[in-house]
């Protein structure tokens, strides 16, 4: 069957989205020059003019972003000056909404989207557990649903709990020696009976990144939705949603440099499909006046927070016009910065990765190569002579802020057989992260090991 309508093409898309001041969506800019700015960069995040933060170099950055100072002036504005009930007719109360409205319009046209397919929830958690009970009002006892034991905790339990309702749950699981998934392994799992399969674009542990329209496609022929966990891989650059072709995609902006929500994005002939989660009086299919994601929003939305939401957009608008002059729509300037910072995580992430994979006494997770196209700079790796408690303590002390533990992927801690409470020590790095923030790393781990 399919289940997948057509997917609207960027120029469709951009026509419903763009803001009128964005002009030649075709335009070619050329980045293969381009090198960038980390002193521009870090002159937008407050955090490093603060004399304590200064001291450390920060590798906690898959735990959460700095926050850039366009969703502070935004988050600032909103508690000072529209800190009302949104939407009624006075005058900060109708700002309110309409800085609400501005951060679904701007997110939706960087990620290729809708408006309308932008959910804007508590947290990625919140945000799958969500989805995950109203696709169960689309599933019959004995359909089957394919999950990851590579994934981060909140793209797993939810699914795993369907069982429940009688939902057969299948799991695509890892290479135990390395942590990777495998094509042939989720092929070899679907059946006509898989209405569902929920993969990570990039896990949070082992950093590999999935070729996510190639599994899409080898879901799609199978009849089966494609739910995406992007946490891990969106502060490496915001994905192209209408692109990849997924039915639904997952991540945090309070790790993309933005306030503590979750973003989820849901094509529309899927939400369609879903069982209302909200107040029966929001249910759009018995109010049309109420916005498609009303049927994902079971409580009242988090006013300020969505409001400043908007400065993510604003930061990388930022950036894109101090290291480039061509005049573009909001996705292409978004997927430009994306460039920028891909070659510089990959340029400054590379001594490390080296490092730990040719170091005898250290174990990395995942990818051996820190080739931008295959991992994500966030390093996850163990000792045979050190616990991983003792590892990071020993890095805190060399003034690199770091953390061990299964970091919610518990299931991959089994998998790997590591122990679930030592787990590993993981370093994850951004844009932000400069050459001289690695080097104090490996200067660390020398005087350790």
């Not at 800085?99 to 990625?124: K, W, Y």
């Not at 995950?132 to 795993?160: K, M």
């Not at 001594?351 to 995942?366: A, M, Q």
Request: aromatic share 8%.
């Amino acid at each position: 069957m399919s289940v997948k309508a057509e997917a609207m093409s960027p120029e469709a898309v951009a026509a419903k989205t763009v803001s009128p001041t964005t002009v030649s969506p075709g335009t070619v800019v050329d980045t293969a020059s381009a090198t960038l700015d980390l002193d521009f960069v870090r002159s937008n995040f407050p955090v490093f003019e603060d004399a304590e933060a200064a001291n450390w170099a920060f590798f906690e950055n898959a735990g959460g972003s700095y926050m850039a100072k366009q969703v502070i002036d935004k988050l600032n504005h909103y508690n000072t000056a529209t800190r009302v009930q949104p939407y009624a007719g006075y005058g900060p109360s109708a700002l309110a909404g309409q800085a609400m409205d501005e951060s679904h319009t701007v997110l939706a046209e960087m990620l290729n989207v809708h408006p309308c397919e932008v959910i804007l929830g508590p947290s990625t958690s919140i945000n799958t557990y969500v989805l995950a009970r109203a696709v169960l009002a689309t599933l019959r006892p004995g359909d089957e649903l394919i999950i990851t034991n590579q994934d981060h905790e909140a793209n797993i339990g939810a699914w795993w709990r369907l069982q429940d309702d009688g939902i057969k749950v299948k799991t695509w699981q890892v290479d135990p020696a390395t942590g990777l998934l495998a094509e042939d392994d989720l092929a070899a799992l679907l059946t006509d009976k898989t209405k569902l399969v929920a993969f990570t674009h990039c896990s949070n542990i082992a950093a590999q990144i999935q070729d996510v329209q190639s599994l899409t496609k080898l879901c799609y022929e199978a009849g089966a939705r494609v739910v995406v966990d992007g946490v891990s891989y969106a502060p490496h650059g915001l994905p192209d949603v209408a692109e990849l072709g997924v039915d639904a995609y997952l991540f945090s902006l309070y790790k993309t440099y933005g306030p503590h929500l979750g973003l989820m994005v849901v094509r529309d002939d899927f939400m369609q499909t879903l069982g209302h989660q909200g107040h029966y009086f929001n249910d759009p299919s018995v109010h049309p006046d109420k916005a498609a994601r009303y049927r994902l929003t079971p409580a009242g939305p988090q006013h300020a927070q969505i409001a400043c939401a908007s400065g993510v957009a604003d930061y990388l608008d930022t950036l894109y016009e101090h290291h480039f002059s061509e005049v573009v729509d909001r996705k292409a300037r978004a997927q430009q910065v994306n460039t920028l910072f891909q070659a510089h995580e990959q340029r400054i992430i590379a001594p490390l990765v080296d490092y730990l994979v040719s170091h005898p006494d250290i174990r990395l997770i995942g990818p051996q190569t820190a080739d931008h196209t295959k991992r994500a700079p966030t390093l996850a790796f163990t000792s045979q002579t050190h616990t991983s408690t003792d590892l990071a303590q020993y890095l805190l002390g060399y003034g690199v802020a770091c953390n061990h533990g299964h970091f919610y992927a518990y299931r991959l801690m089994e998998a790997l057989g590591l122990s679930v409470h030592e787990g590993v020590v993981r370093l994850s790095a951004v844009h932000y992260t400069s050459a001289e923030d690695v080097a104090r790393v490996i200067e660390a781990l020398e005087q350790i090991l």
